[in-house]
Each structure stands twice: as C-alpha cells, then as structure tokens.
C-alpha cells in the first residue's frame, strides 16, 4: 500500500468526510425510532445509568433527527466519557442509534522514578491527581506539564520527564508511572561577556531577561535560575543588538559553565563573533506620485555612511506607509531592496513604493466580546464610518482597547468588502480576560506600624446590570465599562473605608462621571486627638486631550473629633469644632509624565479651586498649585523636583480658628519633607502637637533610584 504515498490517504480522507455528509444530509428530519447506549470494557457489577444519560441528550427517540444537536450530544458525551462510538441504521424509514461508550479508566496507581533531589509529595502536590480517581488524558497532560514547569522553576536545567500508560481493558484500570531525570541545578551566579566593549556589556546587561542570582530576593521574584526559553531570547536580542549596530553577520552563542567553588551555582557565557562592519551606501526611491521627494525623504531613519541597522529599515517602512495610510491609501506597499557592494562592506538601498487606492471607511463590527457591551468598545473608537480612512487612528484605537484591561489581545484591521468598493469595513476582535480583583494586604508604616486589609476591584463594572443580577447571575455586574473599588484598611492610628465607582464616556459624551465615599477615624496626625470624618464626592471630568484634563467637583463631608488632652485648652477648643462642610470646585491637570504610578520624565500640574459655604457650617475659599518635574539622570536615576503652593482664606462666620483641623495644611513626613515627624512642620500646640496651618509653601528635590523592576522597589 506503500507505493501510493501521501495523496493516495489525501484523497481517502476527502472521500470518507464526503460519504458522512451525505450521510448526515440522508438522516436529517429522519424519525428517531429508538437510542441505545451501550457501555464497553467495563464490569458487570459497574455503575451506568442509560436512562440518566439519555435525559441529558438533545436527541430524543420519536423526534426528528438533527445533526447539530446529535453532534452537540457527542461533544458533551466525550466530555464525559473517555471515548464515543456512534452507529446509526436505517430501518422501515426510521433511524436507530446505537452509542458505545467507554467509561474514564480509574488510577490504580500513579509512581515517580528518579526523582532524588526533589521529594515525591512536593512533586505530587504539583500534579494535583492521585491514584483512585478517574484518568482523564488532557487534564493529565497539563498537570504533567505543571510538574516540568516546576523543575524548570526551581532551576533543574537539564532535567527531563517522561510518563508511561498502562491500560487493563477487563477491570478498567491504568498505571502510572512518571519518569525523572532531574539532571544538574544551579543558580546564575553572573554573565560573562565575551568579544563585547565595556559599554556593551552595560547595555546588555540591562536588556538581558536572564538576571544575576540575588540572595534573599531571588526567593522571592524567582530571578537568577536558568530558564532554557529566556536564554535563547536574550541569545536573539543580543543578535538582534548586534546587527543594529552594524555587525550584519553576527553570531552569538550562549553556554553554561558550572562554578567549581560553590555548590549548585553557574555561570552564563555569551560569545559573540561580530564579523565585518556594515554601512548604508547609496539611497534611493521610486513610485511616489502622492507625495514630492522633500516629503518622502524625512520619513528615512537612515542616512548614506551611517552604521547598517535593519530596524532602521524596518522603522522607514512603517513611516512611509503610515505617511500614506493617513490619507486612506491603507494598501500602499513599500518593498526595499538591499544591494551589497563588491569588496566593499557597504549597502546601497532602492525603495519602491506602489501607492494603491484611497479608501473610506465602511461598517464597523465587533467580535469576541461576550461580556463586554459593545457600546463600551465603540467608545474607544477613534475611527468613524464615512471619513477617510487613517492607519494612526486604526493603531491608536487597538492601543486605546488594550490599555482599558478588559481583553487579553486586541486586533483591529481592515476588511475588503468588495473588489470595485471604495470602502474598507474594519473589524475588532477582541479576547476577554479577568477584570475583577480580590486582595488582602498586611503591611507597616511610620504611620499606623502594623495595617491590613481587604481590597476589592472590578474595572469592567456594570452598574445597570444590578437588577438582572437574580436573573443573570454575578455576570450582569460585568461588561459596563466602568470602575468600581472598595477599600478596607484597619491599623493601630487610622481605620478607613473607601468605595470609588465612575463612568466614562456618560450619556456617551467624553466626560467621566464619578463618585467616591469615604469614612476615616484617623488618629496619625496626633496621638493627643482623632479625626473622625465621612462623606462623598461627585466630580464630572472632560478630557481635552492626552495631556490636559478639565475636572469639577462637589464635596459633602461630616467630621466630628475627639480630644484626649484635657489638659491643653486651645486644643479641646479647636478639636471639638465639627459640623457639616458642603463645597464646590473645579481643577485643571496638565500631566506629559511618561508613567502614571512610576514616571521618568515629563511634567506634571494640578490647579484646584474650592467654595466652601453652599449650605453647611463652614465658609473658605481653597487654592492649590501642585507641581512636580522628572528629570531622567541615568536609566535607573530621576530626578523630581517639587512646588507646592496651598492656602485657605476664610469668609463669613468662619475664621482660621474655626476651621476644622481636617481641613487644615500640614507638613512633615517620606511623601513631604523626610527626615521629620509626620505632619510635625507648622504650627503646633503647647504639648507640641500639630496644629495645621491655612498656608503651605512646599520646594523639594530628591533623586529616586530604581532598586529592582520586578516586584518595583525604588529608593
């Protein structure tokens, strides 16, 4: 049978898959006389219900045959079983279905052999399955892969695992047996460079995903073990370095040397064999019709007699075809062609640019998102039926979609709707992944010594799904769009609750609509007086653009203190003030920083602006001008300079004496001026307690340097 190869099986195949369509075609709207189910490889006394098997099935005896619900009963059933066999008959004009199933085996026994370094219990608590309980073959192979994962993680290298099944058809029953060659362990105690320069090595060493062993913190952050897959992608970014820098012949490779003088610790050794250095010679291009030369030239990222990078190339042909794909020509095509000089290292470069058609765009169409409302996604949109189309804004609304932390992939492209169209429609498939979050967090500070708490996030909340929720499910709570929080935090000086909940895009206008609540008993500020406060804020914010953002608030807040020191009567007298504040306000941001939470450079601005005495017990005007500058000194140094400028005017039946100590100015601490008490700066008590003041005048600056990446510890 060997002599008609591969296609003979080919056409085999088709045949067989064509003779079951026709046949599933043949038993369509057939009536179903009667379904057997008929167990195999399984003894006597062995527990199988048909009757409970059959309630389950969509196929019923006396209905009509349908191949979509018998083909859904088969999925279920191999779900279920460990294999399915199906067999229909025809008989008199009426269909009989016979379904032999195997039951899932049971585990006899499960070993591992060669296992000496790592203990049988770890590495079983690892697999998760154990002998008695039924073989399922896929849930076994993840759990087996669990287990190699392990021994990769805690730095076998060389290790190697195998498993052995064995099956007893007459008692139903498999054997086990899981096959260890754990080979050598070792930490990376440092890289070795070789055949680079001294700036290299830095260089790399900071692009290298494969780190130096660290005690202590390696336990933690898993850094420093051998991880073949992180090796061989360091081995290709220093490649990859390499060649940008003109060595387009390159070569590197990797290799492990043990450390003789301690025990399980290795050392990585990276050669590189550079090879001649490569420049750009001549440049030149053709077919541009749309655009004059002046304009196509900038677009270059390379110029004649500069060192041979290929991204390089590849950056200037993304920035010719963005060129043209902001103006709809989507299509445009931009190939480049490399001409190596005889004897001479050099490179000359042709560019030829076939300019395409200009398109509009069509219909826009989501897929992918089960919970998530569409609406939310077309929100983030940048792209609008009709206009010409803009490959920027095709990749700024894929960007948009993966920073919002609702998909684990996004693909945003163009369709061809028709060959003589003019409109391309654009599709956005989208894979959703977890937005909720649970923590529980323990932790000590200056302030509180030990806290803890409860933390609860979910940043794709659906507040109108709240009545399905009896109906629905918890799911209704999800795929809204919008953020909802609650803190607890409980420490020896402060307790606090905090519940945050905003919309964006409301009423699908840009603004974001907000509300927070809040109750604090804080007790930092001073030991001889606590601060008891609770109320909410509402703010409304437009944003202009990526960089300034417009925010207006009103604020509603109950406080009432208690005093400890009797003793000091200005401090019982202005503790005890308390009452309701209900104030309005507005703030401008302008922020150009580079990182939300850890920013290198960049800008940062914060006007505020506050009316208090809309009703309520208090009347103030409140100003601040918040300030802060990074300047990136090295790559793991920046430095911040900060200008604050706050103050308080009161008007009305409210003087500096009446203000709520709440609501007063302090100064001291690691977030203002370290190398001070908390809050200890300003005016004070006669038992040197803080006062607070109604001014604040804050100049700073302080180097910040980055200790590790991952988990981030700066100092």
């Known amino acids: 049978m060997t002599m008609y190869g ?27 006389a009667k379904i057997d189910l008929v167990p195999e490889g399984v003894s006597p006394d062995a527990p199988f219900d048909p009757y409970a098997v059959r309630s389950r099935l969509q196929t019923k005896a006396g209905n009509f045959f349908s191949q979509s619900e018998f083909d859904q009963d088969l999925k279920s059933l191999s779900e279920e079983y460990d294999k399915v066999e199906p067999s229909l008959k025809v ?102 460079f070789q055949g680079f320069t001294k700036c290299e090595k830095k260089e790399l060493k900071a692009l290298m995903v494969t780190k130096q062993h660290i005690c202590g913190l390696s336990i933690i952050t898993g850094r420093g073990r051998y991880h073949p ?104 095509a931009v190939d480049v062609r490399l001409s190596l000089r005889e004897n001479c290292p050099v490179y000359d470069v042709a560019v ?88 529980v967090f323990l932790g000590a500070n200056s302030l509180d010594s030990i806290f803890g708490g409860v933390e609860l996030t ?58 927070d609540a809040d109750k604090t008993d804080n007790r930092t500020l001073s030991r001889a007086y606590e601060l008891k406060t609770y109320g909410g804020t509402v703010h409304a914010t437009y944003i202009f653009n990526d960089y300034l953002k417009f925010d207006l608030h009103y604020r509603a807040r109950k406080s009432h203190n208690s005093v400890d020191d009797d003793a000091n009567t200005l401090l019982v007298q202005e503790a005890n003030i308390s009452g309701f504040l209900s104030a309005a306000g507005f703030s401008f941001l302008y922020d150009s920083t580079d990182h939300p939470r ?40 920046v430095i911040k300079f900060k200008a604050e400028l706050q103050f308080i005017h009161t008007y009305g039946g409210t003087s500096p004496v009446t203000l709520p100590l709440s609501e007063r100015f302090y100064l001291g601490g690691e977030t203002t001026i370290r190398g001070y008490r908390n809050y200890i700066i300003g005016p004070k008590y006669g038992n040197n307690e803080p006062r607070g003041g109604v001014s604040s005048l804050l100049l700073s600056e302080e180097l910040q340097h980055n200790i590790l990446e991952n988990p ?4």
């Open 712 to 715: 981030r510890i700066d100092g």
């Open 91 to 192: 008989r008199e004009d009426k269909l009989y279905i016979t379904l032999k199933v195997w039951l899932r085996p049971t585990i006899r026994s499960l070993q591992f052999c060669g296992n000496e370094k790592m203990k049988t219990r770890k590495l079983q608590n690892e697999l998760g399955i154990t002998a008695g309980s039924l073989f399922d073959r896929e849930e076994f192979i993840k759990a087996f892969n669990k287990v190699k994962a392990l021994y990769v993680k805690k730095g076998y290298f060389e290790s190697e695992l195998d498993y052995d099944i064995s099956s007893d058809h007459e008692t139903n029953v498999v054997d086990i047996q899981i096959h260890i060659r754990e080979g050598r362990a070792g930490e990376i105690r440092g890289v070795i």
């Open 598 to 637: 850890y920013p290198t450079s960049g800008f940062r601005s914060r006007f505020v602006y506050e009316l208090a005495g809309l009703g309520g017990n208090f009347e103030f005007m409140k100003f601040s001008y918040l300030n802060a500058y990074y300047y990136p000194f090295t790559k793991k140094d």
């Open 458 to 515: 979910e940043r794709n909340f659906n507040l109108g799904g709240i009545p399905e929720v009896l109906s629905r499910g918890p799911g209704a709570l999800r795929g809204g769009g919008e953020y909802a929080h609650f803190k607890l935090n409980v420490g020896k000086n402060q307790t606090s609750y905090l519940g945050q909940w905003s919309k964006p895009y409301f009423l699908d206008t840009p603004w974001i609509l907000g509300v």
């Open 229 to 332: 897959e992180m090796v061989e992608h360091d081995r290709r970014q220093i490649l990859n370095y390499l060649q940008n820098e003109g060595y387009a012949d390159a070569s590197v490779t990797i290799t492990i040397r043990e450390k003789t003088d301690e025990k399980n610790m290795i050392l990585l050794v990276v050669c590189a064999e550079k090879g001649t250095l490569y420049t750009f010679g001549k440049i030149s291009f053709s077919g541009n019709t749309l655009y004059s030369d002046d304009q196509i030239w900038p677009q270059f990222q390379f110029a004649r007699g500069q060192l041979y990078s290929p991204d390089k190339l590849r950056c200037t042909v993304k920035a010719i075809r963005d060129l043209y794909g902001s103006c709809g020509y989507i299509d445009a």
């Open 352 to 439: 030829t640019i076939e300019e395409g058609e200009q398109y509009c765009v069509g219909m826009i169409r989501v897929f992918g998102n089960r919970c998530t409302q569409t609406r939310v996604i077309l929100n983030e949109s940048l792209i609008c039926p009709g206009e010409l189309f803009n490959i920027k804004k095709l990749e700024g609304t894929e960007a948009r979609l993966s920073n919002t932390g609702f998909f684990n992939n996004v693909n945003v492209y163009a369709v061809k709707t028709s060959e003589d169209s003019c409109y391309r429609d654009v599709y956005i498939e989208v894979e959703e992944t977890d937005t909720g979050n649970v923590g």
């Open 6 to 32: 591969k296609p003979f099986y080919w056409i085999l195949s088709l045949l067989l898959l064509m003779s079951n369509i026709v046949l599933a075609q043949q038993y369509d709207q057939m009536r179903i």
